[in-house]
């Protein structure tokens, strides 16, 4: 597994961690909703985000040679995914 990829998903997974303690704040914690919702949260992260960011970085390779330009395509394709 390229170190690329463990990074995204090393990510996702903080992500979704994050996105699960802002939403069980207003509210009383519960750990059945808490965990519910993180492995929502995580399986819809892993599965779109973290391919549609792999699919943005190859073409963004495949269309530009400088690095400045290849992160501006990824992250405007990343966007226009989403």
Known sequence: MSIILRRKILTSILSS??????????TVFD???FVNLYYLNLMFVA???VITSMFSDWLSKKI???NT???IAS???YLVQY
């Open 17 to 26: 961690v994050l996105f699960v303690l802002i939403f069980s704040v207003p």
């Open 75 to 77: 992250f405007l394709f």
């Open 47 to 49: 599965a779109y985000g």
């Open 31 to 33: 750990m059945n909703a």
């Open 64 to 66: 530009f040679i400088a």
């Open 69 to 71: 330009n290849r992160e």
